[in-house]
């Protein structure tokens, strides 16, 4: 499978994040956040972005002189055996913080082996999950999720996918043309949301962004009801900046 080679936003605040990762481990008793600066060329202002970030998702603690230091969430990660249910309970509370943030109910997925699935996502009382009326991997025309997932796959495997999954009209809003959906999944810019306004189901809008580490394709979106809709484009940019800690425990 091959992807677009299109970094995204969340991409490049990853790998910087990892070069202060990195450095910070370099030193077991601790690295000022001076040196920091000089080891990694990063500018002070960004770095300081970068380190409430690290520290708001246990990666790296501040000891009492304000030297950094590695933290509980990144041994977790680190240890072996344990990594994947560790992972896994790092992003569900990264999901649960992130839907209180952003009010909507948020979904991770990702592409696996021609299909798409959801692997994680969290949703609660005020934040109803989509009723999937339609399977998922059935309707990767029509989600948001899905669109965001082809986005990131060649035009080949995008065919491929279409060819085992046809577009079926879900609402009157669907795209069932291919040409159309593929003129649209290829002008889709990288650092955009990708949007679903109510094409998938009436009364429900959502957005996804791209979530990819490594050769693994993957998305984070959102859900609301249709009354919210004047949200959407808010929650969406908010999505986007908090996609980075998402995908850099995944790339970890």
């Known amino acids: 499978m091959a992807l677009r080679p299109e970094p995204t936003a969340p991409f490049h605040s990853v790998q910087y994040a990892l ?3 990195e450095t910070v481990a370099k030193y077991t008793g601790g690295v000022s956040e001076a040196q920091i600066v000089r080891e990694t060329g990063l ?4 770095l300081a972005h970068l380190l409430l970030m690290l520290r708001r998702e246990e ?10 230091v590695t933290g509980e969430a990144l041994a977790l990660l680190s240890s072996g055996g344990d990594r994947k249910q560790a992972l896994a309970a790092k992003l569900q509370r990264s999901l649960h913080t992130l839907r209180d943030r952003v009010g909507a109910a948020v979904y ?4 696996v082996d021609g299909e798409i699935r ?8 005020r934040t109803p999950k989509v009723n999937e009326w339609v399977d998922f991997r059935s309707a990767a025309h029509a989600t948001a999720l899905g669109k965001c997932l ?3 796959l060649d035009q080949d495997d995008r065919r491929d996918h279409l060819s085992r999954h046809r577009t079926a009209r ?5 795209i069932t043309n291919e040409k159309v959906l593929f003129s649209r999944l290829a002008a889709q810019p990288a650092t955009v949301p990708v949007l679903d306004l109510q094409e998938y189901a009436v009364g429900t809008v959502c957005a996804a962004v791209p979530i990819t580490a490594g050769r693994s394709v993957g998305s984070l979106g959102l859900s609301l009801p249709l009354e919210h809709a004047h949200r959407l484009r808010e929650a969406a940019d908010t999505l986007n900046r908090h996609a980075a800690p998402m995908l850099l425990s995944l790339t970890l």
Do not use: C, F, K, M
């Open 19 to 21: 070069r202060v990762l």
């Open 43 to 46: 500018p002070a202002g960004h």
């Open 59 to 68: 990666y790296v603690e501040r000891t009492g002189d304000g030297a950094y």
């Open 108 to 111: 991770l997925s990702s592409y």
């Open 118 to 125: 959801i692997t994680q996502y969290a949703d609660g009382p």
């Open 150 to 152: 082809l986005t990131q």
């Open 170 to 174: 879900l609402t009157s809003r669907t």
